[in-house]
Nanobody, 123 residues
């Protein structure tokens, strides 16, 4: 199983980026996919998740600015990030697992992780 996150880069505050998470060895039709992020010197933070049947959860700091979506045909999950702020700067990781809905914010509920993609927002 391999998850590959991509799409990170340098963007100015107020700008947008779209991250992708492509999977091989598993199908996202059967998993919850989450995005987490970790800024330097900080703990890993839940960003958002989407269940196999499309239910989503967003972290408080990104709700209304970020949107998660998926394309089953491409076996890819996306994270559209708008109105980016300097505090969104972090390495972003995608993960797949089968947590119950109420536990989807917990990183230890996910079995498979990608290597991460760096997002840097300049102020």
């Amino acid at each position: 199983v391999q998850l590959q996150a991509s799409g990170g880069g340098l963007v100015q505050a107020g700008g947008s980026l779209r991250l992708s998470c492509a999977a091989s060895g598993l199908t996202f039709r059967s998993y919850t996919v989450g995005w987490f992020r970790q800024a330097p010197g900080k703990d890993r933070e839940f960003v958002t998740s989407i269940t196999w049947d499309g239910k989503t959860i967003y972290g408080d700091s990104v709700r209304g600015r970020f949107a998660i979506s998926r394309d089953f045909a491409k076996n890819t999950v996306y994270l559209q990030m708008n109105s980016l702020k300097a505090e969104d700067t972090a390495i972003y990781y995608c993960a797949a697992g089968r947590p119950i809905y109420s536990a989807a914010r917990q990183s230890d509920m996910y079995n498979y992780w990608g290597k991460g993609t760096l997002v840097t927002v300049s102020s």
